[in-house]
């Protein structure tokens, strides 16, 4: 078995399925956008904020004969997100994700068996694959596209006042780019999902699908219980929040949240950007801003922090959440994420959108018993623990096999 994957991202989910096949030895290509050794001399002369960039797409443990790249374009959208210029144009986006696909299509050869590829960048390597009855695995880590213009429509219609940064999300108005998710999906002999929630909303496709597999992602390293700065009532409540700023995240939700808890209480940091940084600088004037930061960095901020919170719209999985659950952080959320397919959800708070108050109760309550927030925490640690990379990439390897 040889496995061509293709992803243009350096997600921990992409990392970690390149090196579950490395370890099987599996792995003939690893197609993406910028890959980098942190290792090179010259990498600590470069700037702070393209030092952070790197570090996530250092991609050196794969080696150079494994890894292949079409940079160019990336690097243009990564230095447009720097020099703080939200809007990515939409035709650059699009650009990155075709020259992917076209580029890892002519790997396509007898030797490999299966080809592994994400939403956007698998059409023409799908295409070349069924060619010569090669298997085509296709993850979709986010949505379904119909679920995502729904709840996209359903919030300008609530907030008006957002609807041009709504617009600026992975909107799909384009009924071009909708045939085209539906043919990747379509091509597809197995489809990947991280969560249930993910996988009931393939239910608004129009058409039969071939097999759908539920994998989660998995949680980092987790930090130590006993060395944690645990809150205990005598010190101001730290929140958190890292991610897109805008409002299919919710951040109006989270304006209105911390604008009604007393701030002598707590101290908030915000970490992220995007059309929406503005609006939450002006609303949250005595927050701590953080533009993009290393992953390494990310973990040690939230581990520093007590409550995690994500009034998300909606996501395929979250990886914040459960990045942040892994360093002790009580993670608030909502249903439409990993969190809202489990059973017993004693190791999180589920927060509704719809009703402020009773977010703002909630956190009034921990700041009250420290005690709770504590418990609640350690169970999403210990949940954390027992659902790690390695057993994703065991689970991974397994269905693909």
């Known amino acids: 078995m040889k496995v061509l994957l293709t992803n243009p991202t ?3 989910n992409s990392k970690n399925l390149g090196l579950a096949l490395l370890q099987s030895r599996r792995l ?3 197609v993406t956008t910028i890959h980098f050794n942190t290792k090179k001399f010259y990498f600590k002369i470069l700037p702070k904020f393209l030092k952070n960039e790197l570090r996530k797409r250092d991609f050196s443990l794969f080696g150079s004969k494994i890894i292949s790249s079409t940079t160019l374009k990336e690097i243009i959208r990564v230095f447009l997100i720097k020099l703080k210029i939200n809007k990515i144009p939409y035709d650059l986006n699009k650009q990155i994700f075709i020259d992917v696909d076209k580029f890892s299509a002519k790997y396509i050869n007898s030797n490999i068996t299966h080809v592994y590829s994400y939403q956007n960048c698998a059409l023409k390597t799908f295409l070349k694959a069924k060619q010569i009855k090669i298997k085509r695995i296709y993850e979709l880590p986010t949505v379904y596209w119909k679920e995502h213009n729904n709840i996209i429509k359903n919030e300008i219609k609530k907030n008006p006042q957002f609807k041009k ?3 600026e999300t992975n909107f799909y ?3 071009v780019k909708q045939k085209l998710l539906d043919k990747e999906l379509s091509m597809a002999e197995l489809i990947i999902v991280p969560s249930e929630y993910a996988k009931k909303t393939l239910k608004l496709y129009n058409g039969k699908l071939s097999k759908i597999k539920v994998i989660p ?3 980092p390293k987790t930090c130590s219980i006993n060395k944690k700065n645990w809150f205990d009532g005598k ?3 730290k929140i958190l929040y890292a991610g897109s700023l805008n409002q299919n995240k919710g951040i109006s939700y989270l304006v209105d949240v911390i604008n009604k808890l007393y701030f002598d209480k707590i101290e908030v940091e915000i970490i992220g950007n995007g059309p929406l940084k503005g609006y939450i600088e002006k609303n949250i004037p005595f927050a701590k801003f953080l533009d993009s930061i290393s992953n390494e960095q990310l973990l040690n901020t939230m581990k ?6 994500s009034p998300t719209l909606f996501e395929g999985f979250g990886l914040t959440l459960s990045e942040a659950m892994s360093q002790g952080a009580l993670v608030m959320t909502t249903k439409n994420t990993f ?3 489990l059973k017993n959800k004693n190791i999180f708070i589920e927060i509704d959108i719809n009703n402020i108050n009773k977010i703002i109760n909630n956190i009034n309550k921990l700041i009250k018993k420290p005690s709770l927030l504590k418990k609640i925490a350690v169970r999403g640690i210990r949940y954390a623990k027992s659902n790690s990379w390695e057993k994703y990439r065991r689970n991974v390897i397994k269905e693909i096999y």
Do not use: V
């Open 10 to 12: 350096s997600n921990q």
């Open 28 to 30: 003939e290509k690893y």
């Open 165 to 167: 940064a709504l617009l």
């Open 173 to 175: 108005p384009n009924i």
């Open 217 to 219: 992602y998995g949680f």
């Open 235 to 237: 010190r101001k409540l």
């Open 304 to 309: 520093n922090n007590d409550i995690f919170i």
């Open 339 to 341: 969190l809202g397919d």
